[in-house]
């Protein structure tokens, strides 16, 4: 009370209706009439609003222009940001397909073809290697040949210097075509 009469007190007068509708909101509140009323107050003088508009027309035009600001910036980063990244990321797929065509026009066909050589090389390279065998067997049998050659003339070296003059023409023949029948199995 003694707040009250520290400060100017007003009356205000009302229906009997309305007093039991402000004491049944106060109630579900937990506050007193007056408690209620003075925050009642308080809220419509801090958030400007009008205690007629019961279907906030005021506050639905707000959140209506708040809305129209978020949806003009979202149109906005969509201009400046999005659509240009979208162009970005369509000419770079553009250009790794050109990519992709070049590497598969030109690489993959420049690959068959050393392929191809080296598929060549190596053939030639095998028929190399078969002929050096030839020619190391060739060599090994030429060889063969001159030792088992030197060893007939030795033969008939020896085998002529037995037969003396005094020898008879028919063992000199046979000894030459013992001889020529010896080089010709070889």
Do not use: C, W
Request: avoid cysteine; charge should be positive.
């Amino acid at each position: 009370m003694e707040v009250q009469e520290s400060q100017k007190i007003k009356t205000l007068r009302f229906s009997i209706s309305v007093d039991e509708k402000l004491q049944k909101v106060a109630l579900k509140s937990g506050m007193t009439k007056l408690d209620f009323f003075i925050a009642m107050v308080d809220y419509f003088f801090k958030s400007k609003k009008d205690p007629r508009d019961l279907n906030d027309e005021v506050l639905k035009k707000e959140i209506n222009k708040k809305t129209d600001n978020i949806i003009g910036f979202i149109k906005t980063q969509e201009e400046e940001l999005l659509r240009p990244m979208k162009k970005d990321g369509e000419r770079m797929i553009a250009a790794q397909g050109k990519i992709i065509t070049f590497f598969n026009e030109n690489i993959i066909k420049h690959n068959d073809v050393q392929k191809a050589a080296f598929q060549t090389h190596s053939n030639n390279i095998g028929q190399i290697v078969g002929f050096l065998q030839k020619l190391d067997t060739s060599q090994h049998d030429k060889k063969i040949l001159k030792a088992k050659f030197s060893d007939l003339l030795e033969y008939y070296i020896k085998s002529r210097e037995q037969i003396s003059g005094f020898s008879k023409q028919a063992e000199k023949d046979e000894l030459t075509s013992h001889v020529r029948q010896q080089v010709k199995n070889l």
